[in-house]
C-alpha cells in the first residue's frame, strides 16, 4: 500500500497515568438499550415497515430489554406513525421505556414529543455531532456555537418534558455528543456538562450521557481511558448516567465496550447480531454472552438463540455470518480430527454428570443447549476431520456404537471418501458408506440359508448349549451346504467355515450392543478375525436375531476389502 507522510497518525490518547480499570472485573450487566429499530433499521437496504418493526420490537420484549430506541419520530411520517400504534395498541409493557430521538432543534423535538404522548416512560434522546472534522466541514460553527446548540435543544425538551409530564408520562433526558472518540476530551466534558446544567440533573434525575464511538477510531484500551477520564472529570458523577455506544469499523467493537464498562460506564446501546451502518453497531447478542460465559447474568434471554436469528434474518433481509459469535451455523462446529475427538469425549462425559457442574468441554466456550442448539452438528466430516468425528456422527444420529479398536478404520474409510469427493459429508452419506462397507457386503462370502438345532448340556452338566447348525454358503461362486455344531450359534458357523475353501480365521474380538426400540429392535455385532496372514479385519452385522448378528458380522469380516 502506498505510504502518506501525513495522511493518517496515532491517535490522541489521553493521559491517565493512574488509571484503574485494568484490575477491574465485569461482575453485573449494564443496563441494556437496544438501538435495533433506529440506528440498525437505517442500516438495511430495505427499512422495515410498521408492521415488521412491531414484530421485531416484541422481540426486544420478549428477550428482556427495558429499553428500546423506537426511532426517530420526526424524520418520516412512518417513524411516527410506528411510535403511535406502539402506544395506542398498549403495546409497551410498563416496566419497558421507550427510547427517541430527536435533533437538538426545537422544531424537531416538538414533533418528537407529540409522538410519545400517552406513553408511561420515555427518554428524549437528543443529539448533535460536535467533533472537530463536523466542526469545520459540515457545521463551520464555532465550539461555542455547538455548546449553545446543545444547551437550545436541552431547553426545548425541558419545555416538551413538562408538557409530557403534566399528563403523567415520566421523561429522562439522554444526550449523545456525536462522535465522541474523535472529539477533543475536555470539550466533550465541557458540553456534557453545559447539558446536564441546564437539565438541572440531581441524582435523582439523571441525565443519560450517551457517548458514541460512532467511528470507532482507537484502541480499546484507550478507549477505556477515555471513559475512566470521563467519568472522573465530569463532575456531579451521581446525577449522571455513563452510556457507550459503540461501532464496529476496527473490529472492536465489543472489546471497546467491555473495556468502557469496566471504566465505569453503566449502560450500553447495540443492535443485535451487530446490525448498523458500515461494519454495524456493537453486538448486543455477543457482549451479553461473553458475560454469560462468566458466570454473570446478563439480564436477556437468548435460551432461543435459533428463533431470535431466523426472525432477525426475516424481518431485515440481513444474513448472520456463518462464524458469527454464538449464534452463526458454524460456530459449534468442528471439522479438525483432533477438535472432533476431544469434543466427542468430554460431551460424552458430561452427559454421565450431574447438571450444576463447571462446562468445560474443550472448543466449545458455551454449552449448546444453553441457547437453544444441539449437539446434532457439532462434528462435520470433511478431508480434514478424523476417525472421531466419523464415530461421532454414527453414534449420535443412528445409534451405532463400534469399539474403539474399530475407530481408526471407520475414520480412514470415511476420510477417504471425503478427500476423493473434495467436499463435506452429510450424516446419512457417512452412514451409507458404513453400511455398504461393512453391512451390506455379499462377495465373496454369501450365505443363502441357515438352520439350526438347539441342545440342552447333559443334566448336572455345565448347562452349556450346544447348536447344530446347517448352512448353505456360497464362497468365490462355489456353493456348499455343510453341517457342523458348536457351542453357541457363532461357534457352529465358524466350525462350518473351516471345512470350506475360504482361508482360515480366528475371531480376536467380539462386541455387540442393541439398536432400535419395540418391535423395531435389532442386535448389532461387531468382530475382528485375524486370518492365517496375519491380517486383521472387522466385520458388523445386524439382525433381529442376536446369533444371526454375529454370524453376519463374521461374513461382513471375510468379506472386508480396502
Known amino acids: 500500500m502506498k505510504q502518506y507522510k501525513n495522511k493518517y497518525c496515532q491517535f490522541n490518547a489521553v493521559s491517565l497515568p493512574e488509571r484503574t480499570w485494568p484490575g477491574k472485573i465485569l461482575d453485573h450487566a449494564p443496563t441494556w ?178 457517548l458514541p464511538a460512532t467511528l470507532e477510531c482507537c484502541l480499546p484500551n484507550q478507549f477505556a481511558d477515555l471513559i475512566e477520564y470521563f467519568g472522573r472529570e465530569i463532575g456531579d458523577r451521581d446525577s449522571c448516567i455513563i452510556s457507550l455506544h459503540n461501532h464496529n469499523d476496527r473490529g472492536e467493537g465489543i472489546a471497546q465496550c467491555e473495556m468502557g464498562l469496566l471504566a465505569g460506564a453503566q449502560r450500553v446501546e447495540g443492535c443485535l447480531f451487530g446490525n448498523g451502518e458500515r461494519t454495524g453497531n456493537m453486538d448486543l447478542v455477543t457482549a451479553a454472552l461473553n458475560m454469560y460465559t462468566q458466570g454473570v447474568d446478563p439480564g436477556l434471554d437468548f435460551s432461543d438463540l435459533e428463533n431470535v436469528s431466523l426472525t432477525f434474518e426475516r424481518l431485515t433481509g440481513m444474513s448472520i455470518h456463518p462464524r458469527q459469535p454464538y449464534s452463526g451455523e458454524l460456530v459449534y462446529t468442528a471439522f479438525s480430527g483432533g477438535h472432533q475427538d476431544a469434543i466427542r469425549k468430554a460431551i460424552e462425559a458430561h452427559a454421565a454428570m450431574e447438571d450444576d457442574v463447571r462446562w468445560d468441554v474443550p472448543y466449545l466456550l458455551i454449552d449448546p443447549h444453553d441457547i437453544g442448539r444441539e449437539y446434532t452438528g457439532l462434528i462435520r466430516i470433511n478431508s480434514q476431520s478424523g476417525k472421531g468425528g466419523a464415530v461421532y456422527i454414527l453414534e449420535h444420529e443412528f445409534g451405532i456404537m463400534p469399539p474403539k479398536e474399530m475407530h481408526p478404520v471407520i475414520g480412514a474409510v470415511v476420510k477417504s471418501r471425503a478427500d476423493q469427493l473434495q467436499r463435506e459429508l452429510s450424516a446419512a452419506e457417512i452412514y451409507e458408506l458404513f453400511e455398504n462397507k461393512w453391512i451390506k457386503t455379499k462377495s465373496p462370502l454369501n450365505v443363502l440359508e441357515i438352520t439350526e438345532k438347539h441342545m440342552e448340556g447333559e443334566r448336572g452338566g455345565a448347562g452349556i448349549e450346544h447348536v447344530a447348525q446347517t448352512a448353505t454358503i456360497e464362497w468365490q461362486g462355489k456353493k456348499y451346504v455343510i453341517t457342523a455344531s458348536g457351542n453357541g450359534p457363532l461357534d457352529a458357523f465358524v466350525n462350518i467355515m473351516k471345512r470350506t475353501s475360504a482361508p482360515s480365521f480366528n475371531i480376536t474380538s467380539f462386541h455387540e450392543h442393541s439398536i432400535g426400540s419395540g418391535s423395531d429392535t435389532h442386535a448389532i455385532s461387531y468382530v475382528q478375525i485375524t486370518k492365517a496372514d496375519g491380517t486383521k479385519t472387522w466385520g458388523v452385522g445386524k439382525s433381529s436375531n442376536v446369533g444371526r448378528a454375529g454370524i453376519a458380522a463374521i461374513v461382513s469380516a471375510i468379506n472386508y476389502s480396502e
Open 33 to 210: 438499550a437496544s438501538v435495533d429499530l433506529r440506528d440498525g433499521n437505517q442500516a438495511l437496504v430495505n427499512p422495515m415497515g410498521v408492521d415488521a418493526k412491531l414484530e421485531y420490537f416484541d422481540l426486544l420484549v420478549k428477550i428482556g430489554f427495558k429499553q428500546i430506541e423506537v426511532g426517530y419520530p420526526s424524520s418520516s411520517q412512518t417513524e411516527f406513525d410506528f411510535v403511535r400504534r406502539l402506544i395506542e395498541e398498549n403495546r409497551i409493557p410498563d416496566d419497558v421505556t421507550i427510547q427517541v430521538l430527536t435533533q437538538a432543534r426545537e422544531q424537531f423535538v416538538q414533533k418528537t414529543a407529540e409522538s410519545v404522548r400517552g406513553a408511561k416512560n420515555v427518554i428524549l434522546h437528543l443529539y448533535n455531532a460536535i467533533s472537530p472534522a463536523q466542526r469545520k466541514y459540515n457545521f463551520g460553527k464555532s465550539k461555542e456555537e455547538v455548546v449553545e446548540l446543545a444547551v437550545s435543544g436541552v431547553r426545548a425538551i425541558k419545555k416538551a418534558a413538562a408538557q409530557l409530564q403534566a399528563q403523567g408520562t415520566n421523561v429522562t433526558l439522554e444526550y449523545s455528543p456525536e462522535n465522541f472518540s474523535e472529539t477533543e476530551i475536555d470539550y466533550s466534558l465541557e458540553i456534557c456538562r453545559a447539558v446536564m446544567k441546564e437539565w438541572r440533573a440531581t441524582p435523582d434525575k439523571k441525565v443519560i450521557l450517551n
